[in-house]
């Protein structure tokens, strides 16, 4: 995806985490407002019902990257487009970590079923019949994209779902393979039934993007794979896993020059720029050079 400064704009920030808005979902939220024109008795009703989708992607989104946080890792920006919305987290390498950052986001979700039921149910009789309406129609949506999201196509929810629960038993680069094949079938497959049969081009639009991304992830799990195996470092060693770095010019320096990071203590042997430390590229921390032996 687009970085968040090419066509998009930063609303807030919340405990660090920047939220920015791309000015496409402004453009579809007309168009969204006047399709369902007819369900409500006044546009107010329409406007308010698109602000809450709005805010149930934002929670599900926070979701994602307060439970990043809980478990050690890194979240500090969030981008919603017209195709949902994008947590940029970076759990700890642990299958755990991983799991429990993605399966929050549709969670939340599952979690205001019963808020947006329940409101529905307390005040109807009480409240216009718009309002019933639209907690009603929250309600389903809240359901819509808790399903949505935990259908095992790589890269929804569904399928880094799979993919976490994968790493327990068949590693990092195995595991992502595999959810990214099944993504890839899966998404092509779904796509060409909602163009050919449901005429759903919006559905086709994002099988096509999951299906990118499907392919996109094999690539990175075989280039990993392939890393991987290829030849250690003799003698170093990462301070936290234990795994030997592999060895080869496959870093890049400060001044783009490839070079081997462990074979002269963390300087490039081209230009001599050197550097302190380096992510270990098994469990993903960054150590000491020094540290590696």
């Known amino acids: ?14 405990r660090g985490i920047d939220v920015y808005l791309h000015w496409s ?6 168009l969204e407002i006047q399709w369902r024109a007819d369900q409500y008795t006044s546009l107010v009703w329409n406007i308010s019902e698109y602000i809450a989708l709005f805010a149930l992607v934002l929670l599900h989104e926070f979701g994602h990257a307060l439970a990043c946080r809980s478990v050690g890792g890194e979240a500090q920006r969030i981008m ?29 979700n599952l979690a205001l079923v019963p808020v947006t039921l329940g409101l529905w149910f307390l005040l109807r009789g009480h409240l216009s019949a718009d309002f019933e309406t639209m907690m009603l129609t ?3 949506i809240n359901v819509g994209l808790f399903l949505f999201n935990v259908l095992p196509i790589y890269p929804l929810d569904g399928g880094q779902i799979v993919r976490a629960l994968l790493w327990f038993f068949i590693g990092q680069e195995r595991s992502l393979a595999i959810a990214a ?8 497959v779904a796509g060409a039934c909602a163009v ?32 991987l195996s290829g030849p250690r470092q ?3 060693r990462c301070p936290r896993c234990g795994e030997a ?49």
């Open 25 to 30: 979902w402004a453009v579809i939220g007309l």
């Open 80 to 108: 919603l487009w017209p195709l949902g919305g994008v947590a940029y987290v970076r759990p700890p390498p642990r299958p755990g970590a991983h799991l429990w950052s993605i399966a929050a986001g549709p969670l939340v």
């Open 138 to 140: 929250l309600t389903v």
């Open 234 to 236: 003799p003698t170093a």
């Open 245 to 293: 770095p592999p060895m080869g010019e496959l870093w890049t320096c400060g001044n783009d020059h490839p070079f081997d990071v462990h074979a002269l203590g963390g300087a490039c042997s081209t230009c001599g720029w050197a550097t302190d430390a380096v992510s270990c590229v098994f469990c993903g921390e960054p150590q000491a050079v020094a540290d590696y032996g």
């Open 196 to 227: 050919i049969f449901w005429q759903s081009y919006w559905l086709g639009i994002i099988a096509a993007y999951a299906a990118w991304r499907s392919f996109v992830g094999l690539r990175v799990a075989r280039a990993r794979g392939d890393l």
């Open 1 to 14: 995806m687009a970085a968040p400064s090419s066509g998009s704009i930063r609303l807030f920030a919340f």
């Open 181 to 188: 094949a099944l993504g890839l079938v899966t998404s092509v």
